[in-house]
């Protein structure tokens, strides 16, 4: 009986040893999706900057919003960190709030995200969504969008199918946020008018002479706030890494500045973000409070060493 005991104990601690093994080779990698925006190109640099000096490797898969959603929820994609309140509220609804996907931590508030017009539009009138229909013909009936399956573009059709504002008869057109802004630049040069999805954080909002709608509020909320979404358990099976993105928080001017840093000097997000961190060094209290190298060690020491 005691031999007996003695190899049932050996293996259990050997069951043990192997799980532990497998949950830390599960989390050697964190996996993060990108939509396409520039404000979430931006806080992954941060993210991967942060993780991969702390010696774990970091896969961003760039995904269509609702792909992104069913990631999560399918254990595909470890952490989001774009979910943009009020305009996801129905993806938050249908993952989160039935506890698929989990709710981690706010990381940005004050966000606006919603129609816009370039300054000369909003001189001539047009402040309001109520405003839009008397200018229809200059319009040409079209409201410029983002990617096709974005939250914001749903509600945009929404208020199409409703004939809200008495838009009926308007069409939405679904481009990439890099594709849009180009139409944008090329009717702001020929001072046309034109109205296109339009949020902050954005370089947008310093390159472009620009105003948001009113009017919009029961679509796309008033100001808004940016959350970080993690597939269901991960907090539990990583909790080093999931310390570190919970806390994470930014701000609207140091994603600006990290934006218009890429655009305008044509480097990465990678290497400005990466600028922007070893330049203001006091953020890496906070976001590393609590926090490890993947080893153990300090965690602020092994940032700092690869700044």
Known sequence: MQKFSTAVLALALSLGAASTHAEDAQCNTV?????????????????????????YQVKIDSLAVPIIYGGLKDGRVDAFLGNWMPAHQGFHDKFVATGDVQQ????????????????????????????????????????YGIGSGAPANLSLKEIIDKNAFNLGQWKLVESSEQAMLAQ??????????????????????????????????????????????TRKGYAQACPNTAKLLGNLRFTLDMENSIMAEAVDKKVSFDEASKAWVKAHPEVLEAWLAGVTSKAGGDAKEAVKAKL
């Open 184 to 229: 944008v630049d090329r009717a702001v040069k020929k001072q046309q008018f034109i109205t296109f999805l339009g949020w902050t954080p954005h370089p947008m909002n310093v390159k472009l002479k620009m105003h948001y709608l009113t009017g919009g509020e029961q679509w796309f909320g008033s100001k808004g706030e940016v959350y970080t979404l």
């Open 104 to 143: 981690l931590a706010r990381n940005l508030e004050g966000t606006e995200f919603t129609l816009a017009v370039p300054d000369y539009v909003w001189n001539a009138g047009v402040k309001n969504f109520a405003d839009l229909q008397a200018h229809a013909e200059q319009f040409d009936k079209k409201l």
């Open 31 to 55: 996996k993060l999706a990108d939509p396409g925006w520039s404000d979430i190109a931006t806080t992954n640099a941060i993210t991967r900057l942060l993780l991969e000096s702390l010696g």
